[in-house]
């Protein structure tokens, strides 16, 4: 039923409720967040309803129940594509809690971007928040302790050095895929350090070289940029080239093909590549691109569905209690090893 326009054409609200029924804007309050009134004022209340063909949209629902319906999810970097697929992920999960999912985005390196964000959301009526993958100076400057409502974080847990887990992690499939092809001597393009991801991917090709007993020829740093690879395999010029790459996400693979390719170095005849992330293009890289498929969107649903169900508040998950999934994807940037040919 649609609202009954007033003279003035307006929709009616709680107050003109109450002025038709003669009761309070409390008393409709009261009403519409199912307490019972006394039974005069109950069946005056529903017939001013009625009459006026009055049905309270989210927002007065939110002030009658005093049980927000949006979730606030505070992000960085969301330009990037896998930040947004972690964001859509959230939104779906929120909907189908029957949220609605609001995005609060801080700038990494901006302080003042932090509080302000913490600000806006205690000012904001919230069901609660998700923190979604923050790097490491986001949750050293962020005072979270100070949001006056749920939160969780999404970022991976730290993975120690060595950890049996680290052999289930995402990255561990590139590097026995190449095993498999009979590669021995590993090298990792690295991502940044600040991000708990960068980290874990390193921890994960380190401690699967070690465990398969291939020899770890080292590891770069850097952000997840196609520059970043390019530069990294500098390092290179006039050394001996390891048979299998592996790259901390399918960009920075991007910039290690690149600079392959400029000085001749045939992929996958001399040396074979992998990527991680899954990124659509990848498929389009030259060659295309042997990656693991991550999916991001699952993220973010697990972050509102921990929040929903009251899981690791105020916190994340242990290394324990935290999925790392991945599907690898086998292209054209890998092939065996040339001694095994």
């Given amino acids: 039923m649609a609202h009954k326009k007033q003279p003035d054409g307006s929709s009616p609200t709680i107050w003109t409720v109450a002025e038709r029924a003669g009761v309070s804007h409390m008393t409709v309050s009261r009403y519409l967040r199912g307490d019972r009134l006394r039974p005069q004022n109950q069946q005056r209340v529903e017939q001013a309803i009625a009459e006026l063909g009055y049905r309270f949209n989210d927002t007065a629902s939110e002030l009658a129940s005093r049980q927000p319906r949006r979730i606030g999810a505070l992000v960085f970097e969301v330009d990037d594509w896998a930040p947004q697929r972690v964001l859509a992920g959230a939104a779906e999960a929120a909907r189908e809690s029957g949220h609605i999912l609001e995005m609060i985005r801080a700038e990494v390196g901006d302080a003042d971007s932090f509080t302000s964000a913490l600000q806006m959301m205690n000012r904001a009526s919230l069901a609660g928040v998700v923190v979604l993958s923050p790097p490491d100076q986001v949750m050293e400057q962020m005072d979270m302790g100070s949001l006056q409502t749920p939160w969780v974080l999404e970022v991976e847990p730290h993975l120690p050095?060595?950890?049996?887990?680290?052999?289930?992690?995402?990255?561990?499939?590139?590097?026995?895929?190449?095993?498999?092809?009979?590669?021995?001597?590993?090298?990792?393009?690295?991502?940044?350090?600040?991000?708990?991801?960068?980290?874990?991917?390193?921890?994960?090709?380190?401690?699967?070289?070690?465990?398969?007993?291939?020899?770890?020829?080292?590891?770069?740093?850097?952000?997840?940029?196609?520059?970043?690879?390019?530069?990294?395999?500098?390092?290179?010029?006039?050394?001996?080239?390891?048979?299998?790459?592996?790259?901390?996400?399918?960009?920075?693979?991007?910039?290690?093909?690149?600079?392959?390719?400029?000085?001749?170095?045939?992929?996958?005849?001399?040396?074979?590549?992998?990527?991680?992330?899954?990124?659509?293009?990848?498929?389009?890289?030259?060659?295309?691109?042997?990656?693991?498929?991550?999916?991001?969107?699952?993220?973010?649903?697990?972050?509102?569905?921990?929040?929903?169900?009251?899981?690791?508040?105020?916190?994340?998950?242990?290394?324990?209690?935290?999925?790392?999934?991945?599907?690898?994807?086998?292209?054209?940037?890998?092939?065996?090893?040339?001694?095994?040919?």
């Fill in 161 to 341: 050095s060595g950890h049996p887990l680290a052999l289930q992690h995402p990255l561990s499939l590139a590097v026995r895929h190449l095993a498999g092809l009979g590669h021995e001597d590993f090298f990792l393009l690295g991502g940044p350090e600040d991000w708990a991801s960068g980290r874990n991917r390193a921890t994960a090709f380190h401690t699967t070289v070690a465990v398969l007993g291939l020899e770890d020829r080292g590891a770069s740093r850097g952000p997840w940029t196609a520059e970043n690879g390019y530069r990294a395999m500098e390092q290179f010029s006039g050394r001996e080239l390891p048979t299998a790459i592996v790259a901390a996400s399918d960009q920075i693979a991007l910039g290690a093909l690149a600079w392959l390719r400029e000085r001749g170095i045939a992929v996958p005849e001399r040396v074979s590549i992998t990527g991680h992330d899954g990124l659509r293009e990848s498929a389009f890289y030259a060659p295309a691109l042997t990656t693991v498929a991550i999916d991001f969107a699952a993220m973010g649903r697990r972050a509102v569905q921990a929040l929903v169900g009251g899981q690791y508040l105020g916190a994340g998950p242990s290394v324990e209690q935290y999925s790392f999934a991945g599907e690898l994807v086998v292209r054209a940037s890998t092939a065996a090893a040339k001694s095994v040919r």
